[in-house]
């Protein structure tokens, strides 16, 4: 009798999750993938021991790239974070004319 993988589902949602809150200076989107990922492993490693047994490997291997591509675009999200922050300055952020004044002496206007 053909069983479900136990946690393709989550992961499917884990991966989906961590693409769509990639925006969320990349903090929750990247701990949402890396746990996709961990759970992912452990399925994979039930799927390999006996494949006739699993059903729904499909969802597992696309919340499995879902979640690969979460973690590359959360790193991107969080590098461009880290690259706004160091260029304008943290007390800039807060101040809005600051952040202008900063913005435009990079453009050297």
């Known amino acids: 009798m053909n069983q479900k993988l136990p946690n393709a589902t989550a992961v499917l949602v884990l991966g989906i999750v961590s693409i769509v809150t990639c925006c ?11 746990i ?4 992912a492993n452990k399925d994979l490693v039930l799927y390999k021991q006996n494949p006739t047994e699993y059903t729904n490997y499909g969802n597992l291997n696309v919340g499995r790239i879902l979640c690969i591509v979460g973690i590359v675009l959360n790193v991107l999200s969080v590098i461009y974070y880290i690259y706004i922050i160091s260029s304008v300055g943290v007390d800039a952020l807060s101040d809005p004319e600051l952040l202008q004044e900063r913005i435009r002496d990079m453009q050297g206007n």
């Not at 969320?24 to 990247?30: N, P, Q, R, S, T």
């Not at 996709?36 to 759970?39: E, F, H, Q, T």
């Open 24 to 34: 969320c200076y990349g903090v929750i989107g990247l701990i949402a993938a890396i």
């Open 36 to 39: 996709g990922l961990v759970l």
